[in-house]
């Protein structure tokens, strides 16, 4: 019996960790809480005989357990509402205990914190088992499934294989919104791109305004509500990333013999880690959840220890991130076979951790990347640190671009698409509020060997940008999508879609500073 109290520090660690993906739920995938929460077990584990060494008693040897764990892992807010939870129920059982002429003991104060971990875990719980319940399970999942299985009977089997490189640069705008909004000319780098061999449409168009329901549409060929409906009221954008990483095309390529390959982009919804390949810069990339728990809770005290092989978000982390990620991509033709590559690059979309000669910039604001806005600078911040951004982009994807043409084979494909416009006048929470012309307005590049210029539209819309390549390489004679925008209403129903496409020829006006 002595060691019945033990469990009490591990149900309050469980209760954190499931309070702060609850409240982080919709980015957060479930799934994610478990690698840290049984780190941090294992981690108590080891603490357990020490502990009971330094107080020689089991149950002082919990209260000590459980100081360290409310200390480091509880966020501040939680800490609050535990610590004034204990003191209510504590000052109650003194008072209970007082009018029964009991003497009061350690005991007694063992089993107020055994009621309190017990009753905030089972809450979490409650909290994290509800909102699971909203989701559409079966359905789900058999989407996912037909996504994993997806065939086409009319798909040609060739006998010369390109690799395919799908090269998204996050929040790329479109050379005139560049040029109009930003006062940016863009004009050299679409020369470059276009001397290379690349089509560069003049007005291409994104179907939805962030990148989970972008990039999952993509590479799906078809619109979220066509191929994943009923999850209307619900604010989870992870629930694309499944669909991002078993997509329709990847099926289509693995079938054909294609290996995949994907690079880490520091982000979970985009970091595929199931492919062939899986390249990373450190070797352990920390999930959302982790870095939300390192931000959120004293453990960001670990970050020294952690640094050199599991950093934490910071500029610098996100700086390392993006340059390997265009190193990287300049050698990947040396691996043999034909392979589909996947490189989600967060940039030149917040935050801006580049200046325009590559130099780092380092902002007075905290590390995130919210955009639009939700971006923690002034409107003039975002204009000028934006364009500083994109023309360290440019550099390195030339550098990237130059290396991949040189030292392939055979002349690959080359898929440089934005995932949405920029957001200077974007509201995330408002579709009203919105500049729907900039948000739409994505840059894009293809480079498409023995394919007539004429195959991509100047008006290409991201939902059928690899139909296009299937009919034009694999024959495929899959129809074009008619072009639509969508907007979710809310960022709490993010699958409830208004359709902004009659807004597309608005004309927005840039407010004065």
Request: negative net charge.
């Amino acid at each position: 019996m002595k060691n019945r109290f033990l469990i009490i520090p591990f149900l309050f660690v469980l209760a954190s960790f499931l309070q702060l993906g609850y409240i982080s739920s919709h980015v957060v995938s479930p799934s994610q809480i478990l690698r840290p929460l049984i780190v941090l077990w294992l981690v108590i584990a080891l603490l357990i005989w020490p502990a009971y060494w330094l107080t020689r008693d089991w149950n002082w040897a919990v209260v000590l357990l459980t100081i360290i764990v409310l200390g480091f892992a509880f966020s501040s807010e939680f800490f609050f509402i535990v610590l004034a939870f204990l003191a209510v129920v504590g000052v109650c059982w003194v008072a209970f205990m007082r009018l029964r002429r009991t003497r009061l003991q350690l005991m007694h104060f063992m089993y107020i914190l055994m009621g309190t971990s017990l009753f905030f875990a089972s809450y979490a719980f409650f909290l994290e088992g509800a909102m699971l319940a909203r989701i559409p399970w079966m359905p789900y999942r058999q989407k996912l499934m037909d996504a994993r299985n997806y065939s086409l009977s009319s798909l040609s089997s060739l006998s010369v294989k390109r690799d395919i490189y799908y090269i998204v640069v996050d929040g790329y705008a479109r050379s005139d919104i560049l040029q109009e909004m930003f006062g940016f000319d863009n004009a050299s780098f679409v020369s470059y791109l276009q001397e290379k061999g690349f089509v560069v449409p003049a007005s291409g168009q994104s179907n939805y305004p962030a990148t989970p329901l972008s990039i999952a549409s993509t590479l799906n060929m078809d619109y979220i509500q066509s191929f994943l409906p009923a999850l209307n009221e619900l604010p989870h954008r992870w629930l694309m990333a499944p669909f991002i990483d078993y997509s329709r095309i990847r099926a289509l390529l693995e079938s054909q013999g294609y290996q995949t390959v994907s690079l880490s982009t520091n982000w979970t919804i985009t970091d595929n880690v199931t492919t062939d390949r899986y390249l990373h810069p450190f070797p352990i990339m920390l999930t959302d959840f982790e870095g939300f728990v390192m931000d959120f809770t004293p453990l960001r005290s670990l970050e020294p220890i952690l640094d050199g092989f599991a950093p934490p978000p910071t500029p610098e982390t996100h700086r390392e991130v993006i340059r390997y990620n265009f190193a990287t991509l300049s050698e990947l033709p040396d691996l043999p076979g034909p392979k589909y590559i996947f490189a989600h690059i967060i940039s030149p979309h917040p935050p801006f951790v580049f200046d325009s000669a590559g130099t780092p910039l380092n902002s007075s604001h905290a590390f995130t990347f919210q955009d639009a806005n939700e971006f923690p600078g002034s409107r003039e911040e975002y204009r000028e640190q934006y364009v500083g951004q994109v023309q360290f982009v440019n550099r390195q994807l030339q550098e990237a671009i130059d290396a991949i043409l040189a030292r392939s084979e055979l002349p690959p494909i080359i898929i440089l698409q934005a995932d949405h416009g920029s957001g200077m006048l974007t509201d995330l929470a408002s579709p009203e509020n919105t500049c729907i012309e900039e948000r739409f307005s994505p840059f894009g590049a293809y480079y498409l060997p023995d394919v007539s210029p004429e195959a991509i539209p100047s008006d290409i819309s991201t939902v059928n940008l690899f139909r296009i390549i299937l009919n034009e390489y694999f024959d495929a004679q899959l129809p074009l999508l008619e072009h639509k925008q969508y907007f979710y209403k809310t960022t709490q129903s993010y699958y409830d879609f208004e359709d902004v496409t009659a807004r597309l020829s608005e004309v927005c006006v840039l407010p004065k500073e």
